[in-house]
């Protein structure tokens, strides 16, 4: 009797659990304009190799997720990588998977909402995003960028005056840009 009266609950909290799971997944990102969906480790590569890394740039990824990207460019290019992150269980996780790869001198993770932190420092901003976030943050990047700062984003597209496409004709999902001119005011 009591087994049978205590399966209906049982079933109750697996739901829940499960829909509070899917809930977390989207919350931080679908807020703010994008959820979680990892890039891909070859596409990781891809955008790294295009952004043109030199040893010691400051690169920021905006939106960190699990850190890959930020990860990926600390230990094998040599940047001083910035993952920004406003799901404080994704930056936990980006945390310990920077210190198991050992990166964590050369990785910082933030958790911060990326429209409100100052980018000025930034060689390589890398993103995954959605394209309302882009046309978002377009403006902000164009304001706080230094001319020759490479913006490396997936999948979705900047524009404007000082975005000029380092390879327009590239196949695939990476779009990459080099800052051109100088800083626009307010
Ligand atoms: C599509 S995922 C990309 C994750 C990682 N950059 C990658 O390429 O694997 C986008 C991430 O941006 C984060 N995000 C969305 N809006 C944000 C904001 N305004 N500030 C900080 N992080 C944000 C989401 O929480 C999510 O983890």
Partial sequence: MRATSAYPKARIVIVATLLGILAWRRWAGKLHGAVWYPTRTRVVREMLDAA???PGDHLYDLGAGD??????????YGACAVGIELDP?????????????????????????????DLAGADIVTCYLSQPANDRLQGKLARELASGARVI?????????????????????IHSYKMVGARQAE
Wanted: hydrophobic share 35%; with cysteine.
């Fill in 52 to 54: 043109q890394i030199r």
């Fill in 153 to 173: 984003s997936n999948t979705y597209t900047f524009s404007g005056p000082r975005f000029e496409a380092m390879n327009p004709s590239a196949p695939g999902p």
């Fill in 67 to 76: 850190g890959r990207i930020a990860i990926e460019a600390a230990l094998r």
């Fill in 89 to 117: 269980i994704r930056c936990a996780w980006a945390r310990s998977r920077a210190r198991r790869a050992d990166v964590d001198q050369g990785v910082r993770i933030v958790r911060d909402d990326f429209y409100g932190y």
